[in-house]
């Protein structure tokens, strides 16, 4: 399984980036979904995941109502909008899945990852 994560890039606060992550070898409908960010200096944090049973998506209280993850099944991609960034989402993003099964939000819950990128907002 492989994830291909892109869409990032140099921002100013209040300005607004789509991540994209194109999954190969195992469809997006069949795996939990998740972004994760990790700043310098940083542990890993969870963002924002999508079930794969269906259901509202979930987010971390720190973006909840600027970001929204999302999934086209058609194009095996899911997808993190965020909007109103604000220097502290400056990070590192990764996208991850998990075969499993319920609400997954550390990262030792996933089993695939993709290769990161990178998301600076500056002030």
């Known amino acids: 399984v492989q994830l291909q994560a892109s869409g990032g890039g140099l921002v100013q606060a209040g300005d607004s980036l789509r991540l994209s992550c194109a999954a190969s070898?195992?469809?997006?409908?069949?795996?939990?979904m998740g972004w994760f960010r990790q700043a310098p200096g940083k542990e890993r944090e969870f963002v924002a995941g999508?079930?794969?049973?269906?259901?509202?998506?979930y987010y971390a209280d720190s973006v909840m109502g600027r970001f929204t993850i999302s999934r086209d099944n058609a194009k095996n991609t899911v997808y993190l909008q965020m909007n109103n960034l604000k220097p502290g989402d400056t990070a590192v993003y990764y996208c991850?899945?998990?075969?499993?099964?319920?609400?997954?939000?550390?990262?030792?819950?996933?089993?695939?990852w993709g290769q990161g990128t990178q998301v600076t907002v500056s002030s």
């Open positions: 999508i079930r794969r049973s269906g259901g509202d998506p």
């Open positions: 070898g195992r469809t997006v409908s069949s795996t939990n």
């Open positions: 991850a899945g998990d075969r499993g099964l319920g609400t997954p939000v550390l990262p030792h819950h996933y089993d695939y």
